[in-house]
């Protein structure tokens, strides 16, 4: 069967019943699960479907914007090395912001040990960070969003200002090289926008499959971004066209760059 022809039974699949299991899939054509993987990776890149931990479900309008629990088990371990790299960007005694996105929720489980002042509109932060005697914990508050578990609107903006911060970690949607990075939710993406202006490192968070995409708010110009860091599938056309708007990509799980940018706003 040729590979098309497989991807169009995949899709078909998907799109009729909302949701496939990779080890279904692997029964059913006879191939392996390294196959079935490229090809939902394949098909996510087209937008024709979301992966999930073992499987893709179907990207349905109303589920771009998913609940926590669903977007945490997307490409797991992809954020996970990704959170892993982008700890070591940190040091003692900085400020730094962590958004509500569900790679920087992972990024909370490995922050290093020493002492850190922590601003965070999550409410799952908050909870992951809460018995941590090492760090100063801050939470914007604001309105709260249960499909989120985090905090926008006037009074989070408001919070954020009142720090000096180091480095904001932000996850996105969506980061294109000339449309910039964009947010499904329209409260999270005014709330990054807000930050931009204020801090001295806007460090993205992004798996592969969200570069090149698109999404409903653009919050900011790729020339905003001081750093990238992203996994080993991201494309060498998109990654050589964001380091030549000036940004670090880092590869987690490959390719390492030395922190060599401090591009301070103000």
Do not use: W
Request: hydrophobic share 40%; charged share 30%; net charge neutral.
């Amino acid at each position: 069967m040729l590979v098309t022809e497989r991807q169009h039974k995949i899709l078909h699949r998907v799109q009729t019943e909302g949701s496939v299991r990779n080890i279904d899939l692997v029964e059913e054509f006879g191939v392996s699960d390294e196959t079935i993987r490229k090809d939902l990776t394949a098909l996510e890149r087209l937008g024709r479907l979301l992966r999930t931990h073992g499987g893709a479900v179907r990207p349905e309008p109303d589920r771009f914007d998913l609940p926590l629990p669903e977007r945490t088990a997307i490409n797991e371990t992809e954020k996970d090395v990704i959170a892993t790299a982008a700890a070591q960007l940190i040091s003692a005694r900085e400020t730094i912001f962590l958004d509500a996105s569900s790679t920087v929720l992972r990024l909370a489980d490995h922050l290093p040990p020493m002492p850190l002042t922590v601003v965070t509109n999550a409410h799952h932060i908050v909870v992951t960070l809460a018995t941590r005697t090492d760090l100063t914990l801050v939470c914007t508050g604001g309105t709260y969003e249960n499909q989120s578990r985090s905090y926008t609107g006037a009074m989070a903006e408001d919070a954020s200002k009142r720090f000096v911060i180091r480095s904001a970690f932000l996850g996105v949607d969506a980061l294109d090289p000339e449309r910039g990075a964009m947010d499904v939710n329209h409260g999270h993406g005014v709330l990054k926008e807000r930050l931009l202006e204020r801090v001295d490192r806007v460090i993205v968070l992004a798996d592969s499959t969200k570069l090149g995409a698109r999404s409903a708010y653009r919050f900011a110009d790729v020339k905003d971004i001081d750093i990238l860091v992203t996994d080993t599938a991201a494309s060498p056309e998109l990654v050589s066209r964001f380091e030549a708007q000036g940004v670090q990509v880092i590869i987690a799980g490959g390719r390492t760059a030395a922190l060599k940018k401090d591009k301070r706003k103000g």
